[in-house]
């Protein structure tokens, strides 16, 4: 008889083009059961694709996948649920308009034809006790966090019994705490109860500590699978990008007579429920400076950014920007040079389904060179400048008529990105920049972010990645509950007492 | 009191049996409406559906001697019609509410051109549950007849609301119209969803119809429906598509337009066409009240707004 494969899934040359662009040329995958597996790869590497691939989403022009020693057709996300493999997609598929437990019991690939809501809000309540994180089942989702989503997501994966685990970028909104909590779980489950986990990440960090096995993709081709015992970070990122790294640390120049550009006094905001999101809180940030704001996900940062963007009205409090009162109105964001980089771009910032140059030509489509004073468009200019931007910030795209829609998750926020920073700048707002981005475009997003403040441009940094906060701020300020509740400096801060002050006490 | 009636208590109960009345088409129009949209599409079409089941249910009624033949046969009219619907908004680049208006105009055409010999003979009517048989007076007596139609609606209304959230296809449903890309990362055929949902909704709309034509007014013409499967849209909004609110705002909207007649009963005959206006006024009035700036339209299938 054959003997038993070692491997529960295996991707066997796999191919796939969406028209011109090459996504995967002839990859090969092979997750070893009871193993957790990562992969790697820079910004439109094809991972993503790859994964979808095996789940059915998509299906490969070439090669095949082998379920458990046997060719499975795969030919829609279903039959892989049916499998036993189960998925968490980069973009958020939770359903906005669902409470938390409508979302959770939706992903079974059996549903029982009758819902018992109350047998079943028991079982789930009992079942979540066992869980990393926890969330109230009876919210609904649209009242969440980008980092409770993701728990979500994966809490949703968790609670099916899946016996194969994929995780594309699941811990990019998570603290490194939240995420070494996850992460440790699921690689507990996949010694205890023989689970078996593909996934992708950005972080070395969480590479070298929770996987067994690793394989690096680079431009949609194969490079290399190794044991996570046998290669280094540095060599992880050699293989990434095909060749060696040179780190430049960030210049910070020291600012010569800072302005306060942003002043915020007083601000109270309500969130959809009505229920007070920011309890009057008042900063203010200088030309030439970085303040971090660091906490916890969900303690209000999202509504700041919206009053700021002008997608929610502040209940009371003001907002003056250069000493004059800012409402977010498109001329007082002109005249002030005020740009803002929300989180989750595609949906905050982008039209999805417009094409790479028409987001890019958001901000200044109807001025000239972009629009003819009787108001009509000048479409050459704007795929003419459209294609600058995509060569300046190396964005990976098949080219500027491409829906936004359709870029890996990176290249929507490098699109967005070229958009915010291209011009001068002289407040810039910026939200989680680097969620979901490879090591060298975090690099690169930091030395924009740092080259704008040198410039002068007051930057307010709203980030759940501390790491991120304490290499580029100037000065750091914790939110918990809506208050601003703790202010140092990278050079002065102390982990602990901020994370206290972020865990509310 | 007076022998016109029985005053204010009197125009209270012919509101009352007015709103069962004139409420009835608008529930059924307005739940099928609610259930196509829940799957995120829009049914703008539901008027022609209406017209031709009021038309065909009469015709059956008539010919068969059967009023019930003639609801179910109604109801599959509304049923073809949504197939339709569904079959061409299942294109490319096609739009729900250009199909839309073409689809009420092709019901409604149809409708007439097909019942032209239907308008002179008399039907046989559907039944009424008399439940107003306590008293002598009647017009307690007429407004407290319950036509068994709004029984069914009403439960029907209470079954959908308890669909949605405990059955299976109700809750995949929903998915399928909040989000089509979560339903298709979930496996689930949209199209065929959507194209269920529409014929479910269609066949609603169709028993409104010949509640029309066999109950009240009770008889075929062409000017039988004066728009009740348009307003229905507006109302399913207003209900923020929960089965339950289309019931109370069907009822609402039937007895606003039961007031005109009623006042004019007990003998107020002035601004007689400012009541009949009454449901309009109401629908304007209440959606400026209850929108939002704050908020979009709380309740609406998030692929609503992608059509
Ligand atoms: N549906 C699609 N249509 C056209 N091009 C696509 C589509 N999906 C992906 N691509 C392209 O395929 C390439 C690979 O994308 P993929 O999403 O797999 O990258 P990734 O490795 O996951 O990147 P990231 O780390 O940014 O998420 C990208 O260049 C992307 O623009
Ligand atoms: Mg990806």
Redesign the pocket.
């Known amino acids: 008889m054959n003997t038993v494969s070692p491997y529960v899934l295996e991707a066997i040359n796999i191919s796939k083009r ?1 028209g011109e ?1 090459i ?1 995967l040329d002839n990859v090969t995958l092979k997750l070893r059961a009871a193993s957790v597996h990562a992969l790697l ?1 820079e ?7 790859l994964v979808k691939c095996i789940m059915g989403y998509y299906q490969p022009d070439v090669g095949e996948v082998l379920f458990g020693d046997r060719q499975q057709a795969i030919t829609q996300p279903h039959d892989a649920l049916l499998l036993g493999i189960g998925m968490v997609y ?1 973009h958020f598929t939770l359903i906005p308009n669902m409470s938390v437990a409508e979302n959770i019991i939706l992903s079974r690939p059996r549903l029982p034809l009758i819902i018992h809501w109350r047998k079943e809000m028991a079982e789930l309540k009992r079942r979540m006790q066992g869980m990393p994180f926890q969330i109230p089942l009876d919210a609904p989702i649209t009242s969440l966090s980008a980092g409770e989503k993701q728990k979500v997501e994966i809490i949703k994966q968790l609670l099916l019994n899946t016996k194969v685990l994929i995780l594309d970028e699941p811990t990019s909104v998570l603290t490194p705490t939240e995420a070494d909590e996850v992460l440790g779980k699921i690689q507990t489950m996949s010694r205890e109860q023989h689970l078996s986990v593909l996934i992708i990440t950005h972080k070395f960090r969480e590479v070298m500590n929770f996987a067994d096995e690793v394989t690096v993709l680079r431009k949609g081709r194969y490079v290399g699978s190794a044991r996570v015992d046998q290669v280094s970070p540095p060599i992880l990122a050699a293989m990434m990008v095909g060749h060696e790294i040179i780190n430049t640390p960030l210049q910070r120049i020291p600012t010569t007579n800072p302005r306060p550009l942003l002043k915020i006094a007083d601000l109270k905001v309500t969130d959809d429920a009505g229920v007070t999101a920011l309890t009057g809180l008042s900063l203010s940030v200088n030309s030439g400076e970085i303040v971090g704001i660091a906490g916890v996900s969900g303690n209000g940062q999202r509504e700041l950014m919206q009053v700021m963007a002008g997608q929610r009205a502040a209940h009371s409090g003001s907002i003056t920007v250069n000493a004059e009162a800012y409402t977010a109105s498109r001329a007082q964001m002109r005249r002030h040079k005020f740009h803002c980089l929300p989180e989750e771009p595609l949906r905050n910032a982008c039209v999805a389904s417009m094409s790479v140059a028409d987001n890019l030509a958001f901000r200044r489509f109807d001025r000239p060179p972009f629009a003819v004073h009787n108001g009509l468009l000048n479409r050459k200019a704007i795929t003419q400048r459209a294609k600058e931007l995509i060569h300046r910030f190396a964005i ?3 080219g500027p008529s ?1 829906p936004v829609g ?6 929507v926020q490098r699109t967005v990105l070229a958009r915010e920073l291209a011009d001068e700048v002289d407040v810039l707002l910026v939200a989680n920049p680097c969620f ?1 981005l ?1 090591f060298g475009a975090v690099a690169d997003i930091h030395q924009q972010i740092m080259a704008a403040r040198n410039r002068g441009t007051a930057v307010l940094l709203i980030s759940e990645d501390l790491d991120e906060i304490l290499e580029l701020s100037d000065r750091l300020l914790v939110i918990s509950n809506g208050k601003l509740v703790h202010e140092t400096t990278p050079e002065h801060a102390e982990l602990t007492t901020i994370g206290k002050f972020m865990a509310g006490h | 009191m007076n022998d016109t009636g029985l005053g204010f208590s009197g125009v209270l109960i012919a509101v009352l049996g007015g709103a069962v009345r004139v409420g009835t088409p608008f529930l059924f129009v307005s739940l099928g409406e609610c259930l196509t949209e829940k799957s995120g599409r829009i049914n703008l079409g539901l008027e022609g559906n209406l017209i031709m089941g009021a038309m065909s249910g009469y015709a059956v009624a008539y010919l068969s001697g059967s009023p019930w033949l003639g609801v179910l046969v109604a109801g599959t009219s509304g049923m073809l019609l949504g197939f339709l619907h569904a079959l061409l908004c299942q294109q490319q680049r096609v739009n729900d509410i250009a199909v839309g208006i073409a689809m009420m105009m092709f019901g409604t055409g149809l409708a007439f051109y097909l019942g032209k010999s239907f308008i002179q003979p008399v039907a046989p009517r559907l039944p009424a549950i008399a439940l107003g048989g306590w008293s002598d007076s009647a017009v307690v007596r007429a407004a407290l007849d319950i036509n068994v139609l709004f029984i069914i609606g009403t439960l029907l209304a209470v079954a959908m609301a308890w669909f949605f959230r405990h059955a299976k296809w109700g809750l995949l449903l929903r998915t399928v119209g909040e989000s089509r890309n979560a339903a298709l990362a979930m496996g689930i055929n949209v199209h065929r969803v959507r194209l269920y949902a529409t014929m479910a909704g269609g066949f609603l709309a169709g028993v409104g119809g010949s509640f029309l034509s066999l109950y009240y007014p009770g008889s075929w013409n062409e000017g039988l429906s004066s728009g009740q499967g348009l307003m229905a849209v507006a109302l399913v909004i207003f209900a923020r598509w929960n089965p339950l609110y289309c019931l109370y705002t069907s009822l609402l909207f039937g007895g606003a337009a039961a007031l005109g007649p009623a006042l004019q009963s007990v003998g107020v005959s002035g601004g007689y066409y400012l009541f009949n206006a009454a449901p309009y006024i109401l629908t304007l009035g209440i959606m400026m009240m209850t929108a939002s700036s704050q908020q979009r339209c709380a309740g609406m299938p998030g692929e609503l707004s992608n059509v």
């Open positions: 969406f662009l996504a790869g910004n439109g590497a094809g991972k993503s694709t980069q990976k795209t098949p491409t359709n870029l890996s998750g990176g290249n979901g490879d």
